[in-house]
């Protein structure tokens, strides 16, 4: 038997983070219950984080030790929203955003903040769905490298791996 051992210059298993922001409770649960069912259905490893306020959401982003790689995000909780937005394209910060409305009227302001998809309340399974796997087939699965050991699967961050050695 290989014994596979790296290095990394932080440790620690990553799992594909989503975070929701809205003011609606009631559209937070719900969102947040497709999106359980639809990672469990797809045997992705999720971690979800609730936001009510724009602002908090940023003070987890800006502060996070562990990284958010995908955003839910209502534009319109007082503006602050897509504000939030293009504040963080601002700063360089390049986590996916799906912008969510229950208007069509900005959806051509999704394209100034790099939004990978602009989905209408109601919001349906099917686009959540869509939007999701796509993010995360295109985004995190080709930043992180799977790695098995035992019977637990580590994430690894591809940037922060110095070297990896086999001992055998």
């Known amino acids: 038997n290989r014994r596979h051992r790296f290095l990394q210059k932080k440790g620690g298993c990553q799992l594909y983070h989503i975070a929701i922001c809205d003011d609606e409770p009631d559209f937070v649960a719900g969102i947040a219950d497709q999106i359980r069912t639809l990672t469990a259905q797809s045997n992705i490893p999720c971690r979800i984080s609730t936001y009510f306020e724009p602002a908090q959401l940023y003070d987890a982003l800006c502060a996070s030790q562990d990284e958010i790689h995908l955003v839910l995000l209502d534009i319109l909780m007082g503006d602050g929203g897509m504000r939030l937005a293009a504040r963080l ?7 996916s955003i799906i912008l969510v409305s229950s208007s069509p009227d900005f959806i051509l302001q999704g394209y100034d903040v790099q939004a990978i ?3 209408l309340k109601p919001v349906s399974s099917e686009d ?19 790695l098995k050991i035992g019977s637990t699967v580590h994430s ?7 070297c990896f ?3 055998g």
């Open 89 to 95: 394209r601002e700063m360089g910060n390049q986590v």
């Open 117 to 119: 998809k602009y989905l």
């Open 128 to 146: 959540l769905r869509a939007a999701v796997l796509y993010d995360y087939r295109n985004h995190y699965k080709k930043r992180y490298l799977g």
């Open 156 to 162: 690894l961050s591809l940037w922060k791996i110095d």
């Open 165 to 167: 050695a086999i001992k």
